[in-house]
């Protein structure tokens, strides 16, 4: 016979596996990328000499690094206005060539030792990239003709059940666009299987101020398609969850320091273009990660420490800046692992 604590033990093993079991089993959220991200070779105007922010690819990298737990519908790079991408080359070309081939080469290791990841990735191109069409808010977009990556988002969400969040690291452009579509043709069924979650479109604590929180970047980059968005979500006609700068303040400010703990990361691929991105003030920046975090809401924060109406509180900003903080320190230990597994190690 079984001794009682030996029992109580396999007991507790077995509910594990259920647990693990049914976690499994559970269906991945889906996401959409609308990401700024470029080739950080391409010379710019910014104080990184670049022409967009390179803290979205390090940003993309960890999002690869975790990507078994997600489904991935689509991810749009250089969704921006800078005039400087008129005539770059095909930045999708770029992205498949740089992250596909770092992801190919990780991934067999990554399924070897956790599992559960696509066999490949892929990008497109925005939209915007050429053009640099800001958002027009006295314009109703009837034809999304002019817009194949604002259509294929559309299109995604018009033939799922589910609900596609929708990850915005720059411009909100193309979201706003859509939404607008969406009213203009009363198709306001495909609105409902979606949502958008986005980094610091909003903050009364860091660059924008109490009286005029919109005044951050990620907002002046489209003034008015974020304007129209926050409307749009305070007036119920979508969901849009802001995660004001938690991710900058929360898990970039929190995170391990030193080039030493970074170096870790660069026996894997994707751990390489993780840890080299954007490397500033002795970490990786890669705030905008802060989105899918939230959406896998056990790492600090979670979709129900904010509002899907598009308000940013001061206190709910501070708090969830605090709790990503706190948890920043197991957040890089998880991605860390993930890149030692990825390099088979």
């Not at 109703?140 to 559309?154: C, E, G, R």
């Not at 903050?203 to 109490?210: A, D, E, I, K």
């Not at 900058?248 to 894997?268: E, L, M």
């Not at 600090?300 to 708090?319: C, K, Y």
Request: aromatic content about 10%; glycine content about 8%.
């Amino acid at each position: 016979m079984l001794k009682r604590n030996t029992r109580l033990s396999l007991i507790g093993i077995s509910c594990v596996l259920v647990w693990v079991s049914l976690a499994t089993a559970a269906p991945k959220p889906k996401v959409w990328i609308y990401t700024d991200m470029s080739d950080k070779t391409l010379p710019g105007k910014n104080k990184e000499g670049t022409i967009n922010d390179p803290d979205d690819m390090s940003a993309m990298a960890g999002y690869l690094l975790m990507s078994n737990m997600f489904e991935t519908v689509g991810m749009v790079v250089t969704s921006t206005h800078r005039s400087e991408h008129k005539h770059t080359p095909d930045q999708a070309a770029w992205a498949n060539r740089f992250y596909g081939a770092a992801y190919r080469a990780d991934v067999k290791n990554l399924n070897k030792h956790i599992g559960g990841y696509p066999e490949d990735i892929g990008f497109v191109q925005s939209c915007i990239k050429e053009s640099q069409e800001r958002y027009q808010g006295q314009r109703q977009y009837t034809s999304l003709a002019p817009y194949d990556t604002v259509k294929a988002l559309f299109d995604a969400a018009r033939t799922t059940s589910d609900t596609i969040n929708v990850l915005c690291w720059g411009s909100l452009t193309e979201p706003a666009i859509l939404v607008n579509h969406c009213l203009a043709t009363q198709q306001t069924d495909v609105l409902q299987r979606l949502r958008f979650i986005a980094h610091w479109t909003n903050s009364s604590l860091h660059q924008g101020t109490p009286d005029h929180p919109e005044r951050v970047a990620n907002c002046r980059e489209d003034a008015q398609a974020c304007a129209y968005l926050k409307e749009m979500a305070l007036n119920g006609h979508i969901r849009y969850v802001e995660c004001g700068a938690i991710g900058q303040a929360g898990i970039v400010s929190g995170s391990p320091k030193g080039a030493d703990y970074y170096q870790q990361f660069k026996t894997s691929h994707l751990g390489r273009i993780f840890a080299e991105g954007k490397f500033a003030y002795k970490c990786v920046d890669h705030s905008d990660a802060a989105t899918y975090w939230v959406l896998l809401g056990n790492w600090g924060v979670g979709l129900d420490d904010i509002t899907s109406n598009g308000t940013n509180f001061p206190d709910v900003e501070q708090a969830n800046e605090a709790a990503f903080k706190v948890w920043s320190k197991r957040i890089h230990a998880e991605l860390l692992r993930r890149s030692l597994a990825a390099a088979g190690e």
